[in-house]
């Protein structure tokens, strides 16, 4: 769990300055840019009705932040985070959906509670 948060950094960066040598790279035509592991492409994000958890949250962080395209059918729409601090005897444990989520946009839920993600 918790990818999602990490993966949305990740596909933020930009290249926001580029820079050529004297002499030409035969594999980026002598151009290279800052970010170095800035990500330079389009995104699409495929989901459906089993998308869930982070899934959800990638999904919502995506669209929010304008980074790619949602494409297939609306997500399970799960949206509560879960804990793994409910120790049983036998060693075993017990979840239970206890975390929210909010955003400006959206509130509490995040338009992903009881109602998934809808695609554009």
Avoid: C
């Amino acid at each position: 769990g918790n990818i999602d948060s990490w993966l949305l950094d990740v596909l933020q960066r930009r290249a926001w300055m580029y820079w050529q040598g004297r002499a030409t790279n035969i594999t980026t035509g002598g151009i290279g840019w800052d970010e170095q592991f800035a990500f330079r492409g389009h995104i699409v994000v495929l989901m459906n009705e089993h998308t869930s958890s982070d899934g959800e949250g990638f999904s919502r962080g995506m669209s929010e932040l304008g980074l790619g395209k949602l494409v297939g059918t609306r997500t399970w729409g799960g949206g509560i985070w879960l804990s793994s601090d409910n120790k049983l005897v036998d060693g075993g444990i017990a979840t239970a959906p206890e975390i929210g989520q909010y955003n400006d946009n959206f509130g509490w839920g995040m338009g992903i509670e009881m109602m998934g993600v809808t695609p554009d």
